[in-house]
């Protein structure tokens, strides 16, 4: 199995509103230091967090209208990462400060997340043919998260993957009142079906046993979405009202992951729950941190691990989709999804 972290696509990185006007934050993506802007217009880039000067992170320093003052010096640059200015020069000194130029990196802004583009250096220009982070039809662009829990997994964004799309593990590390227990599992079968760059559990009934969905009334249908490089984007709907839960990894470094775990609704009435729905999510995703931090007690041995049938078999298509996007990238073409209209079974 391919363990590479994918290049060439979009990484939610950070919330929007964990970036105001005039403010700059540091963060890791795949061993790189970036540092995030957002101009008093609200325009938002990204650099990376270096000074080529002598290597201080800009993230220390400050924002001076729309550049990026560096701490040491106070050389200033700009959202395209080019140097626009050093003070220390003097008179008939002519240095031509925008030759200085740092690495900047594609950043867009959709439904409340920032997303960094990793490109790849050997490979950089196909920007174009690279999967666009899913929308919520139904909430457009702007919509915001409303109840919002993160987590730093101490893994590889593989394990990360997969843990988050595991069928089997619910009722044993997701034991809560609030969720089903090992004691009230069925056989469930669900269709499956590819969608650009991802596959799709498609639209139907959640099972009885998961009492999570009895909180929204009437008879919910859920459709679950997995993109790579590690998106998915579950849409539930009851009658004309909509719930989206959003989940994005992105990896800091080999065995470090950031986990965005995000909810979003147009039920207005559903804001009397959320103290209690932000707890729920906190609770869920720390199970899930504290299934992690024990598979690593195991992993560090190094054990071959299995995938078996049917209930790693999503496992199993997300190494796929993640071989052919490398292939694909490497041979300069377009993008062949693998996975083919699939039913799935397992008990939980
Ligand atoms: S280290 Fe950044 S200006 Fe000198
Ligand atoms: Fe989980």
Redesign the pocket.
């Known amino acids: 199995m391919n363990t590479d972290i994918l290049h060439n696509v979009w990484y939610g990185s950070l919330l929007s509103q964990e970036l105001g006007k005039g403010q700059l934050k540091s963060l890791v993506l795949n061993g790189e230091p970036v540092v995030l802007a957002r101009t008093q217009e609200g325009l938002v880039y990204a650099l990376k967090d270096i000074?080529p000067?002598?290597?201080?992170p800009f993230s220390f320093g400050r924002m001076v209208g729309d550049q990026i003052e560096?701490?040491?010096?106070?050389?200033k640059f700009n959202s395209g990462g080019v140097c626009t200015e050093i003070p220390s020069l003097c008179s008939g000194q002519d240095l031509d400060s925008t030759k200085i130029k740092v690495k900047k990196y594609p950043v867009m802004e959709k439904q409340g997340v920032i997303w960094i583009y990793l490109s790849d250096k050997k490979n950089p220009d196909v920007e174009s043919l690279t999967p666009e982070p899913p929308l919520m039809a139904a909430l457009g662009l702007d919509a915001k998260p409303q109840v919002i829990a993160e987590a730093v997994f101490k893994c590889h964004i593989d394990h990360a993957v997969i843990g988050l799309m595991d069928p089997a593990h619910g009722p044993y590390v997701h034991k809560s009142v609030f969720w089903r227990s090992e004691k009230t599992t069925y056989e469930k079968s669900k269709n499956f079906g590819p969608v650009p760059f991802g596959f799709q559990m498609l639209r139907h009934q959640p099972s009885k046993n998961s009492k999570a969905y009895k909180i929204l009334g009437g008879q919910p249908t859920t459709e679950i979405t997995f993109q790579i490089p590690g998106v998915r984007l579950e849409h539930i709907q009851v009658g004309k009202r909509n719930v989206y839960s959003l989940t994005i990894l992105s990896p800091m470094g080999p065995m470090q992951t950031k986990v965005y775990s995000l909810l979003y609704w147009d039920m207005p009435w559903l804001v009397i729950a959320k103290p209690l729905i932000q707890a729920f999510a906190d609770r869920f995703l720390q199970q899930d941190v504290q299934a992690v931090d024990r598979q690593q007690v195991g992993l560090q041995y190094d054990p071959s691990l299995m995938l078996i049938k049917d209930a790693d078999t999503q496992a199993k298509w997300y190494y796929a989709l993640k071989s052919e996007w490398i292939k694909a990238s490497l041979e300069g073409r377009q993008f062949q999804n693998p996975i083919q209209p699939t039913e799935l079974r397992w008990r939980s």
């Not at 000067?53 to 201080?56: L, S, T, V, Y």
């Not at 560096?70 to 050389?75: F, I, S």
Request: proline share 9%; charged share 10%; glycine share 18%.
């Open positions: 000074c000067h002598r290597g201080i560096c701490p040491y010096h106070g050389w």
